[in-house]
Nanobody, 119 residues
């Protein structure tokens, strides 16, 4: 059974940094593309960043480009989201997601971790 467990969320002041981690219990983790999404209160879930199975390519929402960095360590079955220069509008529950090779949607989701940025 696939499990994704996020950690690293918390309360930070505007301009601060956090690093989120997502530990995946996927035997073939290195073949999965991974993504981060977020959902703010009263809003729909939105894409934040994604990374290919090898880590060779990554993609970002315009709202976080230049401030957030997604990375992965396939030896540790873990994907990270380094968040710098945080803004109050980054406040949301952040979710990790995994997509199987060849799939067009994200198949597995974590339970989420809360990030709150105070002004």
């Amino acid at each position: 059974q696939v499990q994704l467990v996020e950690s690293g969320g918390g309360l930070v002041q505007a301009g601060g940094s956090l690093r989120l981690s997502c530990a995946a219990s996927i035997r073939t983790f290195s073949t999965y593309a991974m993504g981060w999404f977020r959902q703010a209160p009263g809003k729909e879930r939105e894409f934040v960043a994604s990374i290919t199975w090898s880590g060779g390519s990554s993609y970002y929402a315009d709202s976080v480009k230049g401030r957030f960095t997604i990375s992965r360590d396939n030896a540790k079955n873990t994907v990270y989201l380094q968040m710098n220069s945080l803004k109050p509008e980054d406040t949301a529950v952040y979710y990790c997601a995994a997509t199987r090779p060849g799939a067009r949607t994200y198949d597995y989701w974590g339970q989420g971790t809360q990030v709150t940025v105070s002004s």
